[in-house]
């Protein structure tokens, strides 16, 4: 795992988005994995600022979103898919058509996981950038008793349903299940990006980084990958800083 180090969230925002730019300007036509909550919305303001100075073209660039609240229509200003147009899909070149995120009004979400995992396949992901829960649940793959490889319907843990209720106006709409890509789609990303920003953070990057590789944390699957970059502020790498020292 290759770990860089910024001081703040604004050079991890601008940092992570170097990345995704060089790999755009190398390959137009990359398959992004994008992420959604919190932490990437600077990395996508960067994005948008470069196409705004005509440094980066995104017309040929398809992409995979890991994941979608479960019974949330696209409009619905709580979706992911909503909040990818807002932060990102609204502000550049990109054709809305190739743009995938799982449907969260599929009457059977079962097909629905098999469509995706099939789009997935036949896209193949060059970069899937990422982020982490305070639980070490990527996409919204959380801890469990075994590593899911394939897009699936999930129970959001408790500690994942209070986190996110920040976004939501009443704690009783957010919704208890969501569909996310699974770990083989994960680790099937040539190139994977992880950001992670604040103190809160810095107890489950610890673990991810150093800890046993287990479901329980799924995060700490990322060691098995041969072309990680975490880019992290000082304040989320601290506990492992002290572990360095
Ligand atoms: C959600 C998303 C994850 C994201 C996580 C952390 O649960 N499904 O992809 O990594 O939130 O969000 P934040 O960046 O707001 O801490």
Redesign the pocket.
């Given at each position: 795992m290759k770990i860089i180090r910024t001081k703040n969230y604004d050079e991890m925002s601008w940092r992570a988005a170097q990345i995704l730019l060089s790999q755009l300007i190398v390959k137009p036509s990359s398959v992004l994995g994008l992420?959604?909550?919190?932490?990437?919305i600077g990395v996508y303001e960067h994005l948008v600022r470069a196409y705004q100075k005509n440094e980066v073209d995104f017309s040929k660039m398809h992409t995979v979103n890991?994941?979608e609240y479960y019974g949330l229509a696209k409009d619905n200003p709580q979706s992911?898919a909503y909040f990818m147009n807002k932060h990102l899909f609204d502000h550049i070149n990109v054709s809305k058509e190739n743009t995938h995120i799982p449907s969260g009004l599929a009457d059977d979400p079962i097909l629905e996981c098999k469509r995706y995992d099939e789009r997935i396949e036949n896209l193949g992901i060059d970069l899937q950038l990422?982020?982490?829960?305070?639980n070490g649940?990527?996409?919204?793959n959380e801890p469990s008793d075994c590593f899911t490889p394939t897009t699936h319907l999930v129970h959001l843990s408790q500690k994942?349903i209070d986190?996110?209720a920040r976004f939501f106006e009443n704690r009783q709409d957010v919704p208890k299940e969501?569909i996310?890509m699974g770990i083989k789609s994960i680790l099937s990303a040539k190139k994977i990006v992880l950001v992670?920003s604040g103190a809160d953070?810095s107890s489950i990057l610890k673990k991810m980084i150093l800890g046993k590789v287990q479901p329980q944390v799924p995060a700490s699957i990322l060691q098995l990958h041969g072309d990680v970059t975490i880019v992290a502020d000082e304040a989320a790498l601290s506990e492992w800083s002290e572990e360095q020292e």
């Open positions: 992420a959604t909550g919190s932490t990437p890991l994941d992911y990422l982020g982490v829960g305070h649940h990527i996409g919204f994942t986190a996110n969501a996310t992670a953070k």
